[in-house]
């Protein structure tokens, strides 16, 4: 298995998805590495024979999800 230290926001999209569904549970393991000199908190988040290694810095950078209730939507379907 290989290690990959990576920004959450560097992870593909459904990788993203998948990833933050589980922090919330609270399924990922937590752990310390080394990235760039300095020893990092973060989390294990594993997917295709790879382990990555998520700083939790990243992750907390991550805005929140909009309220969907508030979005008014538009069907533009036949309108000129």
Not at 43 to 61: C, G, Q, T, W
Not at 62 to 77: M, N, T, W
């Amino acid at each position: 298995m290989k290690n990959l230290i990576c920004k959450f926001y560097d992870l593909p999209g459904d990788f993203q998805i998948e990833m933050m569904g589980l922090l919330k549970e609270g399924e990922l393991e937590r752990t310390s590495f080394p990235k760039s000199g300095k020893i990092v908190d973060g989390v294990i988040f594993l997917k295709e024979d790879i382990k990555y290694l998520v700083p939790m810095n990243s992750i907390a950078r991550i805005k929140p999800e909009p309220d969907l209730d508030a979005v008014e939507v538009h069907s533009f379907e036949g309108e000129e």
